[in-house]
């Protein structure tokens, strides 16, 4: 099964001493937190797609996004359903019509890809089960500002 989820917040790992270390978004899915560590790069296009600033000049995402559209398709949705060696892997589900017929296209993603998509295209976020049961951790198990 799957559920829903929302990024809760996005910021930089703290270990026990305090050092940091690598950008993180954090979702929320069936009342559990799911830490995902991204690039630097990942948490920039994340941050711009959640406050909902446009960079001086397209990002990546962006422009997929927009070429997407011109090619006639859509993201309808991203699942991030499963779980590697603590890596998460994610799909993009999505949509094209062609000479008035729909084709359903699905694709392997990066999960900071995926997230950074839908949050532009505003679709859902999709997390399975067996992903949360894994890697949820307690929503008070991170200090998320």
Same mark, same amino acid.
């Given at each position: 099964m799957t559920h829903e989820a929302t990024v809760h917040g996005l910021g930089i790992s703290v270990d026990d001493e305090g050092s940091e270390g690598a950008p993180v978004v954090v979702l929320r899915a069936r009342g559990r937190a799911l830490p995902i560590f991204i690039s630097a790069d990942q948490a920039k296009s994340i941050s711009h797609a959640v406050d909902g600033?446009?960079?001086?000049?397209?990002?990546?995402?962006?422009?997929?996004?927009?070429?997407?559209?011109?090619? +006639? #398709?859509?993201?309808?949705?991203?699942?991030?359903?499963?779980?590697? =060696?603590?890596?998460? $892997? &994610?799909?993009?589900?999505?949509?094209?019509?062609?000479? +008035? #017929?729909?084709?359903?296209?699905?694709?392997?993603?990066?999960?900071? =890809?995926?997230?950074? $998509? &839908?949050?532009?295209?505003?679709?859902?976020?999709?997390?399975?089960?067996?992903v949360i049961d894994a890697a949820g951790r307690p929503p008070d198990a991170f200090e998320v500002r």
């Open positions: 600033r446009p960079f001086q000049r397209p990002l990546t995402h962006d422009l997929f996004v927009e070429m997407l559209a011109e090619f +006639g #398709g859509a993201i309808d949705r991203i699942r991030i359903d499963g779980l590697a =060696d603590r890596t998460f $892997l &994610a799909k993009i589900d999505a949509e094209r019509y062609v000479d +008035g #017929g729909r084709r359903e296209l699905t694709f392997d993603a990066r999960p900071s =890809d995926a997230i950074a $998509l &839908a949050l532009r295209v505003e679709c859902p976020i999709l997390v399975d089960d067996e």
